[in-house]
């Protein structure tokens, strides 16, 4: 597949750790534009916020155009449809600080902004990219100045090659690459199955208050369980490997529809 024009998005903030890797690595052979959002907005999901709007502006990161948004993930791809005329090769989104696995990405901004994206046809194929950082860093905001030299070893030149290869074998068939890697370096890549029960890797329990009907999220509770069936992407990871999880842009069932589609039923 030929690959010029690529966008780069995420939940993290348009201009991150993990966005500014990625221009490191890719602004020499290709041509890349930014739509993110303004600040930190992992967990978000798919929200869009057609209630209220937002505020929009451009910026440049590491020379790069940047689309920012005051909002949410998918609120910058809407934008970045209306803005950019012509359609992209691929959408990279990431790399997210922290993992994305199973069916967590139903609340990942930045599996969803790459999703989106797919919906709108904005591009034909999408990566999505996240790295086991430290829990802590989950909600970091990014100033978009921060030394990147630690980090062009690993993750950065490992996605670099991952991204080259998937590139080259065609994304193996697939329209979106959910990609998690593993704390330490590593080379070793798995393909895996989403983990389809998330309390067997996590543990994430919701504080109530039932006198001021009030929940939370305490950052300083989420568990981690040593769930490591190598099938999934979860035990991938466990086993210091990078997960590489293929996914459909299209997530009806192909294969029941050819099966069904010329019966009908009366309720």
């Not at 440049?60 to 809407?78: E, M, N, Q, R, Y």
Request: with cysteine.
């Amino acid at each position: 597949m030929n690959i010029k024009r690529i966008l780069l998005t995420g939940d993290d903030g348009y201009n991150s750790l993990g966005t500014r890797l990625l221009i490191y690595f890719l602004k020499d052979r290709y041509e890349l534009a930014i739509a993110g959002t303004k600040h930190q907005q992992s967990g978000v999901g798919g929200h869009v916020n057609v209630l209220k709007g937002g505020k929009w502006g451009q910026e440049k990161v590491d020379g790069i155009p940047a689309l920012w948004v005051s909002t949410f993930p998918a609120d910058a791809i809407h934008l970045a449809a209306s803005f950019y005329k012509q359609p992209f090769d691929l959408v990279i989104s990431g790399i997210n600080l922290g993992l994305n696995i199973g069916g967590g990405i139903i609340s990942s901004g930045t599996f969803s902004a790459a999703a989106v994206a797919m919906s709108l046809q904005m591009a034909k194929r999408a990566i999505v990219l996240s790295w086991d950082v430290h829990y802590s860093h989950y909600f970091k905001d990014h100033s978009g100045a921060e030394d990147m030299k630690e980090y062009i070893d690993y993750p950065g030149s490992v996605v670099f090659d991952l991204i080259t290869r998937a590139i080259d074998h065609d994304f193996w068939g697939a329209s979106i690459l959910n990609v998690n890697l593993p704390l330490a370096k590593t080379r070793r890549v798995r393909f895996t199955k989403p983990l389809p029960d998330l309390k067997l890797f996590y543990e994430y329990p919701l504080r109530t208050d039932p006198k001021k009907h009030t929940f939370a999220y305490p950052k300083d509770k989420l568990h981690r369980r040593q769930s490591r069936n190598l099938s999934y992407d979860s035990g991938a990871v466990l086993d210091e490997c990078i997960s590489l999880t293929l996914y459909e842009a299209n997530f009806a069932a192909e294969k029941f529809y050819k099966k069904m589609h010329e019966r009908e039923m009366t309720l």
